[in-house]
Every structure is written in C-alpha cells, then in structure tokens.
Nanobody
Framework: QVQLDESGGGSVQPGGSLRLSCAASGYSASRKIVGWFRQAPGKEREGVAAIYSPTGLPYYAESVKGRFTISQDNAKNTVDLQMNSLKPEDTAMYYC???????????????????????WGQGTQVTVSS
C-alpha cells in the first residue's frame, strides 16, 4: 500500500553531482518526515538527511553538510536529494524512508536513526569513482 520509489542514481566522477528523487504514495502523517539513508557493502545503514514535511525543515549528517540538499515538492509527493561535490566515500546504495516525528517532537539527530522510519524504498545505487 505504501510505496517509496527512488530514482536518479548512477556513476559519476569525484566532484560531480547527482540528484536523487523519492516518489512516495499511500502514506500520510501529521508529523511526517522523509529521510535519505545510505549503505555501503559491509557497513551499517546510516542517515544522510531528513526533512520535516509540514514545514520543509531539513536536517543533515555532518559528513554531507554543505554538499547535499534535501527538498520536497508537495504537489508531486516527491523528496529530492541534490548531491554535489561527490566523493568516493559517498558510494553506497541510497534509500528513502518515511516515518513520523516522535515525542517530544524535536527535530534533532534522532531523525537520522533508521528505527524512526517504518517504510523504505528499494534503493538506488550511487557510485563515485575515477
């Protein structure tokens, strides 16, 4: 019923850019949040960025601050992740996820924890190499 579909992944050289898009359907919540996560082989899935849907407030992992931008288009029900100045260490499978802000409803680092989210997309591969 709830479906999240990622697109936009690919292979780029270091310093290049990619724009990922997450199309969501069948999910609604008063305090909806949408997050982007990534997972490299042999590593844990880590939060990259999240957006608080009612206001568009973003949150970023320190590793991507200044390089990545998360945004939403409510009319299209999409959440995008613009990735600039890509590095080889950004190589991973990228997933979008949908959840809701938990009590006490503070938009902090907890929105980058995977247990915050109940719905996940299938992922799109991002490869950064020379």
């Amino acid at each position: 019923q709830v479906q999240l579909d990622e697109s936009g992944g690919g292979s780029v050289q270091p310093g290049g850019s990619l724009r990922l898009s997450c199309a969501a359907s069948g999910y609604s919540a008063s305090r909806k949040i949408v997050g982007w996560f990534r997972q490299a082989p042999g590593k844990e899935r880590e939060g990259v960025a999240a957006i608080y849907s009612p206001t568009g407030l973003p949150y970023y992992a320190e590793s991507v601050k200044g390089r990545f931008t998360i945004s939403q288009d409510n009319a299209k029900n999409t959440v995008d992740l613009q990735m600039n100045s890509l590095k080889p260490e950004d190589t991973a499978m990228y997933y979008c996820a949908a959840g809701s802000l938990k009590f006490p409803f503070v938009f902090d680092s907890r929105v980058l924890r995977r247990e915050t989210y109940g719905y996940w997309g299938q992922g799109t591969q991002v490869t950064v190499s020379s």
